[in-house]
């Protein structure tokens, strides 16, 4: 018999799981809140978008723009993103076209081209481009063959171990350069003490095994990954409900047997909430959870961010199509160091997210999410932003149309770090899982996402 089953939220990993189940023969309908596909990993279309619209969305996703220039009122009065597509606030994908999500687009039968670039660094007087060159592959060699062979039972033995202590026991030279700046942008978080190098380690063995490029942006906006999903579930006859809250799931004697939403009951046989976790409780009651489940739930905590948009009428071309990195020694913020990224990828007019002959640079500086909320840390960490950007674009103000800088205090559903134990896709409630990027899955953000509607779907198939 055809299993019908519910998916509570159509974020990314709520879309796939839709797109792999039904793909399979299951009956899907999803229940999406907002009136737009994608949750986090939305697109506003800049020529229909309103002032107020925008901010409102962004408080449901726990953002804000603190700064902007000109003011956010001109902006939108003088009709300034007119030909844009903007991201809820998105950076890049890890592992490019064949990153995660990339893949999972392939396996569902569509295809989203993406923009895939290799990382530089910033320094004081420019930029070093590519961070990692052929010399130190090959002077890194050992380390990097290990890494590839290492199997899961090492990475679990490393999941414990954090950066910082696995910078001082091993790393040398460029070695250590590398390990204070990657693992903080795969995880959004400066502290190295909190950092696992299980974690870190995974995520770049998985890119080393599929060789892609360490990361990529859909051209067209994430929009294309939340369509191109969307697509398969109703060319197999799911369903996709926007503007419809799920208010409650019905759990009796210890099992999901339906929701509540748009004021009716719904039965279905397997319930799938792609909520951020730490929402749960609001719609299935704690009465059906053990008690450290439920503890854990609530303790969970998310990463943070500042972005910043900045919208350019002339980009030397040498940096058109590149990321940078860069490091700010001694921010007086947790963790002491600040990573971020500014990002010409999107610039390139294949990522087709700006009108021609109009350049969008997209940048963030980490966080956490108290700081996220803290004006006088932001204001720290936008000059730190603008700052990089000046050494790339001396004078980048001359040359600039607009700036957007949007804050973020929950940026991943859960920060992967050492503290923080994800919850497992199944729960304790016999049918009810979870899928997202605040699940145990391999990978971060949106790989995370889209990895956990995998091994759900392995799940069901083996149940
Ligand atoms: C500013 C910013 C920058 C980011 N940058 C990156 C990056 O560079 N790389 C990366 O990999 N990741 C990045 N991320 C993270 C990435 O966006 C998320 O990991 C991913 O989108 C999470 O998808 P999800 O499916 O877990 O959940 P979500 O996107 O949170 O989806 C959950 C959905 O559930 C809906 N919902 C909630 N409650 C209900 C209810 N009761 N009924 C019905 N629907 C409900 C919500 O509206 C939402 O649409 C960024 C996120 C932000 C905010």
Redesign the pocket.
């Known amino acids: 018999m055809t299993k019908k089953v519910c998916i ?8 796939t799981t839709g797109a792999l189940l039904s793909k399979k023969g299951y009956n899907v309908t999803i ?4 009136k737009m596909l ?5 697109s506003f279309d800049g020529d229909t978008l309103a002032l107020e619209n925008y901010r409102r969305t962004l408080s ?4 804000s723009v603190p700064f902007s220039e000109p003011i956010l009122e001109e902006i939108f009065n003088k009709n300034m993103l007119k030909g844009y597509t903007l991201d ?7 592992g490019g076209t064949m990153s995660d999500v990339g893949r999972a687009i392939i396996d569902t039968g569509n295809k989203v081209e993406m923009v895939g670039t290799k990382l530089g660094l910033i320094r004081e007087n420019g930029f070093m481009f590519p961070l990692v060159t052929t010399k130190d592959k090959l002077r890194f060699l050992p380390y990097i063959l290990r890494l590839y062979l290492s199997g899961e039972s090492t990475m679990k033995r490393l999941d414990k171990q954090s950066i910082a202590e696995t910078i001082k026991m091993y790393a040398k030279g460029k070695m250590i350069t590398i390990l204070e700046l990657l693992p903080r942008v795969a995880t ?1 978080v400066n502290d190295l003490s909190r950092i696992s190098t299980g974690e870190s380690f995974r995520a770049t063995q998985s890119n080393l095994r599929r060789g892609s490029t360490p990361v990529g942006y859909p051209q067209g906006g994430l929009v294309s990954l939340s369509n191109a999903f969307a697509n398969v579930i109703k060319g197999n006859n799911g369903k996709i409900h926007l503007g ?4 409650e799931i019905i759990i009796d004697n210890g099992k999901a047997s339906g929701v509540i ?1 748009d004021n009716k009951e719904f039965k279905f046989d397997i319930v799938v909430s ?3 976790v730490q ?1 749960l409780l ?2 299935a009651s704690e009465k059906h959870f053990p008690k450290k489940y439920v503890d854990n739930l609530k303790s969970l905590e998310g990463t943070g ?1 500042l ?1 910043a948009y900045y919208s350019l009428n002339r980009i030397d071309p040498k940096l058109m199509g590149k990321s940078f990195l860069f490091i700010e020694r001694d921010a007086g913020i947790k963790g002491n160091d600040a990573v971020g990224m500014i990002e010409f990828v999107t610039a390139l007019p294949e990522a087709g997210i700006a009108p021609s002959s109009k350049y969008l640079v997209q940048s ?1 500086i980490i966080c956490t999410p108290a700081e996220a909320k803290s004006k006088k840390i932001l204001e720290n960490l936008k000059e730190i932003l603008d700052r990089n950007l000046e050494i790339l674009i001396p004078d980048f103000h001359s040359k600039l149309n607009w700036a957007i800088y ?1 804050a ?1 205090w ?4 859960v920060a992967k770090t050492i503290d923080n134990i994800k919850p497992d896709i199944k729960t304790p409630v016999e049918n009810l899982f979870l ?4 699940v145990k899955a391999p990978g ?6 889209v990895n956990s509607a995998r091994i759900l779907e392995d799940m069901l198939e083996k149940s």
């Open positions: 509570i939220g159509a974020g990314i990993g709520g879309l229940f999406e809140k907002e994608g949750g986090r990993s939305l449901k996703f726990s953002m809820l606030g998105f950076h890049s994908i890890e959004t419809s809250r799920a208010k939403a792609n909520i951020l929402n609001n719609i961010s972005c963030y949007p973020v929950h940026l991943d559903g899928v997202g990027d605040c971060i953000g949106i790989n995370c996402a």
